[in-house]
């Protein structure tokens, strides 16, 4: 949906958080849910879909007349699709996820084929005047990784050499339809890419050298004309949560990327658990069994601590990061578990909720990014206590949204 008083802004909320993987899946909750959200938070204006499709349902999308009866469907309800969330390759609910999650990586060819076909269904369903992006995920997961120095650049040259390969999709596309589009790689706690200076260090190290003498010798253009087109068509999803757990202010990640010239193609609001670690141990144990409800089976849940010189330490599952909680030097630990975004406080623990608000807040003077994807998949997850109905939890989110930027 366009955000009312600035109409620059498309809101919508991410699909994911409805199990299902095959298309007929995702379309019946697309029906279920999606024509009562509009009635209730835009009747009468268009409203807008965050469309997460698995690699099956993208294939099946792609099959006979899906594809035309679906943009039938939207034209008819009134909706559009700007923005496609490809990091989830296959299963994404009710089964273990953990570090799978990040398979077939950016070095395999799988990976291309699925987000190749995501971009001809984006082209196919994108509304006139739009930019639509497909985000995904951050090359790699660095523990399979970082201990194998030579597997590690290999990984980094190949992935680079994929990325480029559907970036020139896209640059034919644009060129046929008009239409722009762009991979929005989104970094998280222990991607190949986590953060800002990881973000900038691989776009001037690896994808601009590397896909750009790619995309130069393909176009038969200039090194730095292919440099500025990657630039155009490979950018950043930049998920609140993940940044914050990170512990990166929104300020200096917008200024740090756009002095590399590095976009943002999408933002991801989301927001993660945080909680101050106490001196006495008996209120640190207490904290242990809050957080043990979240410690669940199906995600991987990232740990970050800072200590009070400013050092960090990661843990790669609160699982395992639990244990040692009570004997921390840290001072806070921050945990990425998408939390609704409306919870600030939750017994003794917090959310990074002031992190959402502030970067809402600097939107409205920075024209940084268009797209905002509310992106809390984890409700069948949460504890109880945290639960209401999907529908009315949803309409929360996107009101507390729409209220922040209100206030700004």
Known sequence: MKITNNTNFHLTY?????????WLEVF?????????????????????????LADVAAKQLLETNNLAKFQAWLTQEDLYVFTLNGFPYGGFHRQVVKDQVYAPDWS???RVNYTLNLAHILAALLPEGLDGGISTLPLSYKPWWVKEQATFETVLKQSCLNIASVVLEMIRIYEKTGKLLHIDLEPEPD?????????????QDWLLPIS????????????????????????????????????E???????RL???????????????????IPAEVEKRSLIVERLRPFAESTYLHQVIERCSDGTLHHYPDLITALPNLEQSLAEEWRTHFHVPIFI?????????????????HLLQTNDACSHLEIETYTWDVLPSEMKIDLLTSIQREYEWVLKEFAAN
Do not use: M, W
């Open 212 to 247: 750009g003498n790619y995309l130069s010798e393909k176009l038969n253009i200039e090194q730095t004309l292919a440099e500025t087109k990657l630039l155009e068509h490979v950018r950043i999803c930049y998920d609140t949560c993940h940044f914050s757990v990170e512990y």
């Open 249 to 255: 202010e929104p300020q200096s990640v917008f200024t």
């Open 28 to 52: 019946a909750n697309l029906e279920k849910y999606i024509p009562e959200l509009k009635s209730r938070l835009s009747p009468t204006e268009p409203f807008g879909i965050g469309l997460r």
């Open 191 to 203: 991607g190949l890419v986590e953060n800002t200076s990881e973000v900038i260090d691989f776009y």
């Open 258 to 276: 756009q002095s590399a010239g590095i976009k943002i193609g999408k933002i991801q609001i989301s927001a993660a658990i945080k909680v101050k």
């Open 344 to 360: 600030h406080d939750y017994q003794i623990l917090q959310s990074t909720q002031d992190d959402i608000a502030t970067v809402l």
């Open 108 to 110: 395999i060819q799988e």
């Open 14 to 22: 991410c699909s994911n958080i409805h199990p299902g993987e095959s």
